[in-house]
């Protein structure tokens, strides 16, 4: 079942063209579960938008890279010399 939408106080319009032989499987969809056809058009909607956006911003690993980032988490790189030297003089004069 799709996910409504959520409802803010305002409200806006969103108009779409489309030919009668897909209105007609839309307003049967909507039929179907009860739905009015704006209901129904916008529940399918927001759901793929939700989905599409989900999957922009979730990185999925195979099981041999999810072990190596699990890895260096566990096991994270010591800073070098050079680079403890330079964050200590930042700080220094950060301090002043």
Do not use: C, W
């Amino acid at each position: 079942m799709a996910r409504k939408a959520p409802k803010s106080p305002e409200s806006t319009t969103f108009n779409a063209r489309l030919d009668g032989a897909t209105k007609d499987v839309l307003a049967r969809a909507a039929e179907i579960r009860g739905e009015s056809m704006t209901d129904f058009v916008l529940g399918a909607a927001y759901d793929r938008a939700v989905e599409t956006i989900r999957q922009r911003h979730v990185v999925e690993l195979s099981g041999r890279d999810s072990a190596l980032f699990a890895g260096a988490l566990a096991a994270p790189a010591g800073a070098s010399a050079k680079v403890v030297s330079r964050f200590v003089a930042a700080h220094r004069r950060s301090q002043r």
